[in-house]
């Protein structure tokens, strides 16, 4: 089993920057990727970014190339997701997820591929 816990979400003004952070506990060791997942009201759950836990291979949704970078501390078990130049589309519950599955340093991209959620962490921009 692997537990996920979100952190940093908040009331953000457009243009500015938020730090989300994952905490990973549990099968540590077996997980292979760690990846954010963003959910606004009436619109399906999507990628935005996604890291290999041991590799650091990365890979990012289109709406946010540029503008967020997502690290991981493999020490603290965390890995973290900064958001730059945040805009009110950038509005939604933002989910860390893992992976045990190997994908041959990939970073999966579809919800599926995930076994793991946590529960979330609420990100508003305001205009």
């Known amino acids: 089993q692997v537990s996920l816990v979100e952190s940093g979400g908040g009331v953000v003004q457009a243009g500015g920057s938020a730090r989300l952070s994952c905490v990973v506990s549990?099968?540590?060791?077996?997980?292979?990727?760690l990846g954010w997942f963003r959910q606004a009201p009436g619109k399906e759950r999507e990628f935005v970014a996604g890291i290999t836990w041991s590799g650091g291979n990365t890979a990012y949704g289109d709406s946010v190339k540029g503008r967020f970078t997502i690290s991981k501390d493999n020490a603290k078990n965390t890995v973290y997701l900064q958001t730059d130049s945040l805009q009110p589309e950038d509005t939604a519950v933002y989910y860390c997820?893992?992976?045990?599955?190997?994908?041959?340093?990939?970073?999966?991209?579809?919800?599926?591929?995930?076994?793991?959620w946590g529960q979330g962490t609420q990100v508003t921009v305001s205009s």
């Open positions: 549990g099968r540590t060791f077996t997980t292979y990727a």
């Open positions: 997820a893992a992976t045990l599955v190997s994908y041959r340093g990939h970073v999966p991209v579809h919800k599926e591929r995930y076994n793991y």
